[in-house]
């Protein structure tokens, strides 16, 4: 790497100069000040070709001699017979006149020569071929030649000189890596990018080459199309219309993931999309989406707000009311499933957030945004850290009130840590006032510079999704204590159960994970027993409605419990509850019964007494949306108190 880091910086020097001898070489092919510019070498000879001409000392305009075209210098006229039956040969025998026997004549009469601009092919005057001097002496002519004779030479010389340099200095670039060492990596071309219009604006489109289908693609906007090679050199190479290639992109032809399927080394399917990209890449592109399904989600909720202040207030009946809760209970999950669980934490926070946003007003005037942001930041962390050295109970359970006191409650690394409170200040729901507005800016500036290389972005949501499942299961256990208090042991069975088989999930990974096991261990057997008991008294009555029910009770409840609580690392409590529910339904083995009844028993005990013959699962209870951590505190108080009493109830 280094060697090549060392011939780039080389190509790159040798290219400034071949670009200073270019610009040299130009100067003199390419001489003058004035508008035109001619070759120096050229110019130089020119000059020493007008000084060599012979002088004249005629001036031009008038050294013009009228020549007449030889066809018409001997025109003959109808009234010349004689002249005109002359021969060649006697005009050449004939001598010239005897002047003392000639008598004075008049000589004939100058014709005018006709010139014919069409079809004439010299011109009618004798000019010489170049100026000349009018008058130079040897003693000039000779230094003139010399100097002339000199110069062209050296300027020729030069020229040779710059060109043989460039022609130097280009082989040695073509050449910079062509040795071995230099070409163990084939390439072959990947994609070319493709823009049409002018600098400052324009369309972009990419050719992408599918080597699976071994044909280019065309990436247009939202559409993708199948293209060729002549249709991709057409839009690359410019010239035809205003559209050419500006960038090329080429992929390593010995790494075969590069070209060939990927597939997962554990089911063998084909990787397809963001899961075929190495980790790294592909924990950009996830992170990329992130925010951008946050910025879609938001701008549907800006939206949504816009079109519900436009609208009229619309009078909401009772009925009306409970539908609109349950649909929005029912749809929660959702929400919670497309919105990153960071950002769902953010909004439990808000007002905390809020709060610590609200007292940095002196350090925002006076220092900046930034500035007020640091200040917010390290305030609420340290209030926090403050509340995570309380020790937790269920009724004042501090992890409720923040996710950061969970996070530093079970030593999340300090990368998690900080950008999960600086995800508190890019909370969108804080837009309060402008400087809320400029710290939650500030504060989405400073997530963007975290790039996935800075932080294991799986492990992030995975301390986010335990804190998630933590709140849910705090939820259930205090949904069921609330269910058992009303007496709906049915259904507060299910939830404990749940809230069970969750909590264990955390526990795994830390005490501090999840809440006290014992404490839903406790209600879970509370209510196991109860139905067991109600369903043996259903069984007794002996009438077909209230055994079916009984036996109702202990097929769908009952027995799957037990099977999961086996399942599991059991208690000693939990032991000796399942054997004190065995006792009671073996008890009435042996004793005179209806053959209807005997028949009934004789089908469940054996799932009763061998619970791992089968797999059961448990139906799922409905989805409760947690509501803000005072209100899970003091409702959990309050039915503890409920049930016990005036103090809540302590586990050993």
Known sequence: MEKIQDRRAEVKKLKEQVTVLQQ???SYLNYGSGPNKYPLADMLQYVLEFATTKPTSVSPTQDIKVTSPA??????????????????????????????????TSPPPQRTPIYKPFTQCRPPMDTPPHPAPHKVSEEELCFIKGCLHRWRTEVEQNIQELKDSIDRINHTLENMYTEDSMCQVPYRLHAVLVHEGQASAGHYWAYIFNHRCKLWLKYNDISVTESCWEELERDSYGGVKNASAYCLMYIDDKLPRLIAEDTDMETGQVLEGVDSLPPILRRYVQEDNRWFQQEVEEWEEEQFRKIAQKEPPVTITET??????????????????????????AVIAKQQTAQAIAKTADCYEKKGVEAALAEAFHEEYSRLYLLAQEKASPQNDPRLQHVLIYLIQNEAPNRVVERTLLEQFADRNLSYDERSISIMKQARAKLRLIGPEDMDMDKYRKWHEDYSLF???????LTGLEQYQNGKVREALTYLVYAYQSNSTLLRNGENRGVEESLIALYR??????????????????????????????????????????????????????????????????????????????EFLPRLLDCSA??????EPPKIRPNSPHDLCSRFAAVLESIHGTSPVTVN
């Open 525 to 602: 057997r509370k209510c196991l027993m109860e139905l067991n008991e109600n369903a043996a008294g259903l069984f007794d009555s002996g009438e077909d409605s209230d055994v079916v029910e009984g036996m109702s009770i202990m097929n769908d409840l009952v027995i799957p419990c037990m099977h999961l609580m086996i399942s599991n690392d059991i208690c000693q409590e939990d032991l000796d509850a399942i054997e004190i529910m065995r006792d009671r339904w073996c008890s009435y083995l042996g004793t005179d019964m209806d053959a209807t009844l005997q028949e009934k028993l004789g």
């Open 471 to 477: 709140r849910k299961v705090f939820v259930y256990l």
């Open 320 to 345: 009306q009311e409970l539908s609109f809760t349950t649909v929005a209970e029912e749809s929660a999950p959702s929400q919670q499933n497309s919105r990153s669980l960071s950002s769902e934490h």
């Open 71 to 104: 066809s018409t210098t001997t025109l003959s006229t109808p009234t010349d017979p004689v002249h005109e039956q002359t021969s060649p040969s006697e005009t050449e025998n004939s001598g010239p006149p005897d002047s003392s026997n000639s008598t004075p």
């Open 614 to 619: 089968e797999i059961i699962i448990l139906k």
């Open 24 to 26: 040299k070489l130009e």
